[in-house]
């Protein structure tokens, strides 16, 4: 393979793909915890939730695979199994069915814990003017912050 040369030196691209890596991690746990939701809510809001959840998981989805290529565009392998990702996320797998109240609260948390995440990554990008890196964290972080805004609408 090719060096890599597009303006960014190899341990600022390492720097940058740990941080994605989280970012992945932590995308990726909250698609499953989603999806998993999605799956088993019920009570009165079921009809509402289950389809938020579904635009929700839809969306990450997506983004799970923007942030991976980005990672690999740094000539960095992505993370891709369930370990590597229990290893590198901060949110924690939930046990059992909560019931449709906590799973409002849990998803919210896990939107906020992946704005955190991406504001480190922001700096590291930000830092070594990786511009990509940094438009894709920032647009990350856009989306996350709306969308724990919204679930946080729901229990007001």
Not at 122 to 139: I, R, Y
Request: charged share 25%.
């Amino acid at each position: 393979m090719s060096d890599i040369d597009i303006g960014i030196n190899q341990q600022d691209r390492h720097a940058i793909a740990d941080g994605l890596k989280r970012l992945l991690a932590d995308s990726y746990t909250l698609y499953l915890q989603t999806h998993n939701f999605h799956w088993n809510v019920t009570g009165p809001q079921f009809r509402d939730l289950h389809l938020m959840f579904e635009e929700h998981y839809t969306e990450l989805a997506t983004a799970v695979d923007e942030i991976a290529e980005r990672i690999r565009t740094l000539g960095v392998a992505a993370p891709g199994t369930y370990k590597s990702f229990a290893e590198l996320s901060s949110i924690t797998e939930v046990e059992g069915v909560p019931e449709a109240g906590e799973m409002v609260d849990l998803l919210t948390k896990g939107h906020e814990q992946v704005v955190k995440t991406a504001r480190e990554v922001l700096k590291a990008a930000q830092d070594a003017d990786d511009e990509s890196s940094a438009a894709l964290v920032s647009d990350r972080m856009r989306i996350h912050e709306k969308t724990a805004w919204m679930l946080r609408a729901l229990r007001n």
